[in-house]
């Protein structure tokens, strides 16, 4: 069975920093590419940024890149997403997803999510 179990949200002020963590079991971890994506109340879920099985590639949203940043360690089945510099409008549930085919911003491409992590961000 796949389990994805996101970490590390919390409430932080304004130009703080956040880790959150995705730790996967149950699939062929370096296979997949895992993804963030985010959600606020009343809004899509939206994607916030990928990296491919082996690390060596990364992409990230226009609305975070600079400020976000992911990372993998195939050795821990876990993927980070460090934010720096955070702002009110980051303010969301942050999932983590697994997934291998498919446009990566296509929320169908991801067959497994974890649960979720709240992040709130207080001016």
């Known amino acids: 069975q796949v389990h994805l179990v996101e970490s590390g949200g919390g409430l932080v002020q304004t130009g703080g920093s956040l880790s959150l963590s995705c730790v996967v079991s149950?699939?062929?971890?370096?296979?997949?590419?895992i993804s963030w994506f985010r959600q606020a109340p009343g809004k899509e879920r939206e994607f916030v940024s990928l990296?491919?099985?082996?690390?060596?590639?990364?992409y990230t949203a226009d609305s975070v890149k600079g400020r976000f940043s992911i990372s993998r360690d195939n050795a821990k089945n876990t993927v980070y997403l460090q934010m720096n510099n955070v702002e009110p409008e980051d303010t969301a549930a942050y999932y983590c997803?697994?997934?291998?085919?498919?446009?990566?911003?296509?929320?169908?491409?991801?067959?497994?999510w974890g649960q979720g992590t709240q992040v709130t961000v207080s001016s």
């Open positions: 990296i491919s099985g082996n690390g060596s590639r990364q």
């Open positions: 149950g699939l062929p971890f370096s296979d997949y590419r």
């Open positions: 997803a697994a997934g291998n085919n498919g446009w990566y911003a296509w929320l169908r491409s991801y067959p497994y």
